[in-house]
């Protein structure tokens, strides 16, 4: 181990280390890295091939391959963030056994959130995506600024991070129920249900394309439960 301030244990973990500050526990974390400085690897082959900065790998291989990206945090293990090649990704938060997996075979697949075991276990493209859940994979594998939230929670145009800590609305955001490309601000598939009690405000059925107020059960293209008030010319 050469230059300033790193800590190594485990068979050959910073063998040829050149850079600073980096912290590497378990045979062969950080093995490969020449010139990174502010890295921390926990685990066997953790970092392995890293080159890059200010990375966190936690786990068995976590962030194995990954070679001169920067800045991001995985905590899985095995194939969390690998691929099956060398690869420069930035910027990516990975929480989950083998989530990930594909991310370091793209290009550009940076500022990605993924969170779950297995998830966008098939994403290897495309950067901003939000993967929530177990097995839960992006609805385009090489798409950008996707959401996915078990599977019944879908957005496009999610906010890519193009300015540092905004909180404006994304104006093209967009929301899906039951649709992996929603059309509108939100677009629902399926029966829409609304209200706080047993007897729904709004109901409407897309199967027989009627819509009830008040009542659960339209009997009409529109059936209302009470009384109707109209005003105007």
Do not use: H
């Not at 339209?218 to 010319?233: E, K």
């Amino acid at each position: 181990i050469n230059t300033l301030l790193n800590t190594a244990v485990g068979n050959y973990a910073l063998t040829i280390n050149s850079g600073s500050y980096n912290r590497a526990l378990g045979a062969y974390a950080l093995e490969s890295n020449t010139s990174g400085s502010q890295n921390t690897a926990f685990g066997a082959k953790a970092a392995l091939y890293t080159t890059g900065n200010n990375n966190i790998a936690i786990g068995f291989g976590a962030l194995e391959r990954n070679t001169s990206g920067n800045e991001n945090t995985v905590v899985g293990g095995k194939d969390s963030l690998t691929g099956s090649s060398g690869s420069a990704v930035y910027g990516n938060t990975v929480l989950g056994f083998n989530a990930g997996y594909d991310l370091g075979n793209g290009s550009g697949t940076n500022y990605n959130t993924l969170l779950g075991y297995d998830a966008a276990g098939n994403l290897n493209g495309g950067s901003s995506n939000i993967i929530i859940g177990s097995y839960v994979f992006a609805p385009n594998s090489a798409g950008s600024q996707q959401l996915n939230i078990g599977n019944v929670l879908y957005g496009t145009n999610m906010y890519d991070g193009s300015s540092f800590g905004s909180s404006d609305p994304v104006l093209a955001g967009r929301i899906g129920i039951g649709t992996t490309s929603p059309s509108t601000k939100l677009d629902v598939w399926g029966n829409l249900r609304v209200g706080t009690s047993s007897t729904p405000t709004l109901f409407a059925n897309t199967g027989n394309g009627r819509v009830g107020i008040c009542t659960s059960s339209p009997s009409q293209a529109l059936t209302v439960a009470g009384s109707i008030r109209a005003t105007g010319a």
